[in-house]
């Protein structure tokens, strides 16, 4: 425990999990998306840490870099400290992002309009600011060599009843077709269960966070335990049903605990190839 507090915190892991799936198109073949996962900004003490994580995601190489939720933990301005920082993460074909259920808690209750427009126009200008594009319930086409795969991006969905439930699968595939390859970003894994893999549309790989292992737990291969698995049956790492995939990513950052023991924070590395 001392030693998570401490150390374990910040000893950043990277995950290597290669895909091939017959319906990728041939440009994509290769490519490198880098998923990252629940900041909380709000939490950290160490902008040298986080200059180390960027540094380790620049020497992936990442084609891609998707950020799936909980930049903060109440507060939008939690984030200002490192956003010089990530603004130096580097991927030529984007960086894009979704919000998670902790991003919504700082925005302004029974107020104005007004008030609250000019709170989500701020901490959108936040994610400019860093480099990361904001996919609500919306998607952007990825183009490679006259190929192209769809990025889609959900607001938060989280199944518990105290989460919110602004995620629209449905207003994020709009102008897209049967025949695309598509990735989705979504905050919390309860969606896939509940939305994404009841849905009509063929989600070829689902990003999501949330879990954070517990920041607790064993994960070496062939096994791996977490009390966070009593509550979330997908927790950690890849899942694969009706030939849709889900990863789960641990995180980067903390929250409530400040450490980390057996669950390191996580860099996912996705190197896709063609089936």
Not at 206 to 218: E, W
Request: proline content about 5%.
């Amino acid at each position: 425990m001392l030693y998570g507090i401490t150390k374990g915190k910040y000893n950043f892991k990277i995950t290597p999990v290669p895909l091939s799936f017959s319906g990728l198109p041939s440009a994509f073949d290769g490519f490198r998306i880098v998923q990252i996962s629940d900041m909380h900004a709000g939490s950290l003490d160490s902008v040298a840490a986080i200059e180390r994580m960027v540094e380790m995601i620049n020497g992936q190489s990442p084609d891609l870099v998707l950020f799936t939720g909980d930049l903060v933990n109440s507060d939008k301005d939690e984030v200002n400290p490192f956003i010089e920082t990530m603004k130096k993460i580097k991927a030529p074909f984007g960086k894009f992002s979704v919000l998670g259920n902790h991003d919504y808690y700082g925005a302004p209750r029974n107020t104005t309009e007004d008030v609250s427009t000019a709170y989500w126009d701020d901490f959108n200008n936040k994610f400019q600011q860093m480099g990361f594009q904001l996919l609500n319930n919306e998607n952007v086409k990825i183009e490679k060599d006259g190929k192209a795969l769809r990025l889609l991006g959900v607001e938060n969905w989280g199944h518990a009843r105290y989460f919110p439930k602004k995620g629209n699968l449905d207003k994020a595939l709009v102008n897209s077709s049967e025949n695309d390859f598509c990735i989705l970003m979504s905050h919390d894994p309860s969606h896939w269960d509940n939305k994404v893999l009841t849905h009509q549309r063929h989600i070829h790989l689902t990003l999501s966070g949330h879990t954070h292992g517990a920041q607790f737990g064993i994960n070496i291969p062939g096994f791996k335990w977490s009390p966070i698995q009593y509550r979330y049956p997908r927790w950690n790492g890849l899942y694969e049903e009706k030939q849709q995939y889900l990863y789960v990513n641990r995180g980067f950052g903390y929250l409530a605990f400040p450490g980390r023991v057996g669950m390191w924070p996580e860099i996912t590395v996705f190197e896709l190839g063609v089936a």
